[in-house]
């Protein structure tokens, strides 16, 4: 199938350019110019309307958090530690948080367990319109998600686990990944038999340096723990919620650690939130920290994300940073930069067209592409239907 | 840049002295001038002509007294912060038993208002342990009060290792139903842990050795001398019992609270005994507090044992750490003695004697000026360095 967007305005170098032109096929972008002459399938005509990359939220719990609904596949409240747990297992793809999100332009979503644990999890990138998880899919592994602070210690003070301090949940993950080092040591050298853990073959990408350890942490001191324990065992890191992560600025600038911020539009209903601004965005970014927004669903409803870019405008990033925070940006963060994020030929075909300036949050979704399926969502897109 | 002080009452070589000049250069002290010394030499020219003086500071001490900033051998400092829940309580691992492998270094919080507060009442370092509810409790860390980061107020991350005799383990545990419950129980744990350690050091040296346990590789650098044990005893039992078991497995000793350690003077005396005092001012709220004294650094001091005086953050503030040295003063300590267990002893027992608790050329430049005498509790600190950094 093929579709062309006609008289886009498309960002380029930085601004909205109009009288573009957008052709996808077979499910990739295949064409971006302003004179693109070919019979396609599907013509829209778009007179001025602002066409952006599919919006990518990298860290949620999309399909995992069951809506309307108290029984939940979000966490495994009474286990110790779970890095074996995939996404994969859990999602419903017919939850109506994924209409919500495709509704909400987004295209992309990280998914991952809830951070009630010390290790929750295994993360996965899935794209919203798959009728099957396995069909939306994009990449299984794509790092574990480390949890720290009060979220961890309040599961240990609810289900009296041994370890209920801050010094505590650092030692059980310490402990974890020294026996992952030594497992995988032992397995590779071939001498010895070994039985397979299935805790363990989860972390074996992790323990070589293929996916990084995406570390949930809102205090300084707590993102700081997980700096000394990725430099310890020599892992890549990702900085998730990172709500004081604007106190380390140089920190993280040094050492190149991206943050997935937020969700910044929730009130400060614990401790470790106290220090959280709108700001954190601009004055990361300033330093040179890659910053993607998130808006950690449920945490805040899906259709939050264009909102959180709109905040973080409002206290100061541009337009371009702020576009890029929930498209670009998550998209390298999520290591799928070559074939998400951006409008740009050879891209998977993930487009939104929004009435307005997407981040003008008056705008509505007119039309969504994911993969190339065309989701239509007003009355005004008039589809053309080629010979 | 350089920052000097000039004139005013400095704590040198044990006693308080007339200065004429202190001098700071890259967080280290570089030259200490007496009155007295420069009185003798009279007006004599260097013999060399000096390069023109490197732009800085100069601050007129007149009438006060400077002293190196004050080190507290044993608190819990931001591991419970005060004035918040439950949440930011990471003080005890109190269904842990044994968790050598827990470190205090892991969950500082820099912003806890305890820092403040102890630059304010003249401190300037500080140990950092676990607290006393298992045997074998963690990791302790020794850190500058002073940081954005855990990084960057770290002297050592790792210095020693926490037990704890008597009733807290023993009521921690037996109230949960557990072993152990008695004194015996206690023991008990710790030495079949350090047996576990001594052996899987043996085994980890052969070739069959493939897994690593971290509550043993924890329990190594101890083992092996490399940091201190640090044993938590009131009573002069428990006390006996820590010098028992670090004997069979020859630790490097340090007691902590010591507090009837005034009854067991002369071994203690015998054992070269290094002990962190306190917190006396803390009330008797448990059975082992109740021969709690003034008395007791006095009378250790005068058998020849290294006597700190701690706090034990947040038990007793930080800030009370030189009224505890003024009460020792009242009940006959000498007020020499009475300030070098806030300086000079507690960084002979943290092992850094080399570099901190005293004003000396070449240490660290962590230098507090009072507006009166530091025991007299009325006093204030007027400026407080940090390696060489004004913080107050």
Not at chain 1, 34 to 46: D, G, M, P, W
Not at chain 1, 77 to 84: G, L, N, V
Not at chain 2, 251 to 269: N, P, Q, R, S, Y
Request: charged residues 25%; proline residues 4%; glycine residues 8%.
């Amino acid at each position: 199938m093929s579709i062309i967007f006609n008289n886009v305005r498309i960002i380029m170098s930085g601004k909205f350019f109009p009288g573009q032109k957008v052709l996808v096929e077979k499910g990739k972008i295949n064409m971006v110019g302003s004179s693109i002459h070919k019979n396609v399938e599907k013509s829209i005509e778009c007179n001025q309307k602002y066409l952006v990359p599919g919006l990518i939220d990298a860290h949620s719990h999309l399909g995992l958090f069951e809506s309307c609904s108290p029984m939940n596949d979000i966490a495994e409240s009474w286990a110790e530690i779970t890095p074996h747990l995939r996404p994969l297992d859990g999602i419903k793809m017919r939850d109506r948080a994924m209409e919500d999100a495709r509704r909400a332009g987004i295209t992309t979503c990280m998914v991952c367990p809830a951070s009630e644990l010390p290790i929750a999890g295994i993360c996965s990138i899935l794209k919203t319109n798959g009728n099957s998880a396995d069909v939306g899919l994009i990449v299984e592994q794509a790092g574990v998600l480390m949890s720290f602070g009060e979220l961890p210690k309040a599961n240990a003070r609810m289900t009296e686990k041994p370890h209920s301090t801050r010094m505590g949940m650092t030692a059980v993950i310490r402990e974890t990944l020294m026996k992952a080092q030594d497992y995988y040591a032992a397995k590779q050298s071939k001498k010895v038999v070994k039985d397979r853990e299935i805790d363990m073959e989860a972390l074996i990408p992790l323990i070589r340096g293929e996916v990084p350890m995406r570390a949930c942490a809102h205090r300084a001191e707590d993102i700081m723990a997980a700096i000394r324990i990725a430099e310890e065992f020599k892992l890549k890191l990702v900085i998730e919620h990172g709500t004081e992560a604007h106190l380390l600025t140089s920190v993280l600038a040094e050492k190149k650690i991206p943050v997935v911020l937020g969700p910044t539009l929730l009130p400060r209903f614990r401790e470790e939130l106290n220090e959280k601004t709108f700001e954190s965005a601009i004055i990361l970014m300033d330093a040179g920290v890659d910053v993607a927004l998130t808006c950690d669903y449920p945490g805040l409803p899906i259709e939050t994300l264009r909102v959180a870019a709109a905040m973080a405008m409002q206290y100061g990033l541009d337009e371009r940073r702020a576009l890029a925070a929930i498209t670009e940006i998550p998209a390298k963060i999520l290591g799928v930069d070559e074939r998400i994020g951006k409008i740009k030929k050879g891209y998977d075909g993930d487009l939104a067209l929004f009435s307005g300036h997407p981040l003008d949050i008056r705008s509505k979704l007119e039309a969504l592409v994911v993969d190339g399926d065309l989701f239509i969502f007003s009355n005004d897109v008039k589809v053309e239907m080629g010979s | 840049m350089k920052t000097v002080l000039e004139k005013g009452n400095i704590f040198y070589q044990g006693k308080f002295q007339e200065l004429d000049k202190l001098v700071i250069e890259k967080g280290k002290i570089t030259e200490i001038v007496l009155a007295s010394a420069k009185a003798k030499k009279g007006k004599a020219v260097p013999a060399t002509k000096k390069k023109p003086e490197v732009a800085g500071k100069t601050i007129d001490c007149t009438d006060k007294y400077i002293l190196p900033g004050f080190i507290d051998a044993h608190t819990h400092i931001s591991l419970e912060e005060e004035g918040v829940g439950w949440y930011d309580a990471d003080f005890n691992e109190s269904y842990g038993l044994a968790t050598p492998h827990v470190r205090a270094f892991d969950a500082l919080k820099m912003r806890d208002r305890a820092f403040k507060d102890a630059l304010t009442g003249g401190v300037t370092t500080a140990m950092i342990t676990p607290g006393s509810a298992n045997p074998v409790g963690g990791q302790c860390c020794i850190v500058k009060m002073v940081g954005n980061i855990a990084e960057d107020a770290v002297i050592k991350e790792s210095s020693g290792m926490k037990f704890a005799f008597g009733e807290n383990p023993k009521r921690t545990y037996g109230e949960q139903k557990k072993f152990p419950s008695t004194r015996m129980g206690t023991a008990a744990v710790i030495r079949e842990w350090l047996m576990k350690a001594q052996d899987y050091l043996k085994r980890k040296k052969t070739k069959e050795f493939k897994e690593r346990e971290i509550r043993l590789e924890a329990l190594i650098p101890l083992i092996e001398g490399k940091i201190q044990a640090r044993a938590h005893a009131h009573q002069a039992d428990d006390i006996i019992t820590a010098y028992r078991i670090a004997q069979e497995f020859n630790l490097d000793l340090v007691f902590d609270h010591c507090t009837e350690g005034h009854l067991i003077a002369k071994e203690l005396g015998k054992w070269k005994a290094r002990a962190v005092v306190g917190p006396t001012l803390s009330s008797r709220s448990k059975a082992e507090l109740k021969n709690k004294t003034f008395d007791t650094v006095g009378i250790l001091m005068d058998e020849g044992c290294v006597v700190a005086l701690t706090t034990d953050h947040p038990v007793m503030p930080i800030e009370s750490l030189s009224v505890a040295a003024a009460m020792c003063v009242r009940h006959g300590l000498d007020e020499e003695r009475a300030i070098k267990a806030i300086t000079e002893n507690p960084a002979i027992i943290l092992g850094l004697d080399k570099r901190l608790g005293k004003l000396e050329v070449g240490y660290d430049a962590d230098v507090v000026v009072w507006d009166g005498h530091p025991l007299d509790t009325r006093s204030k600190t007027e400026a407080v360095f940090v390696d060489g950094n004004k913080v107050i």
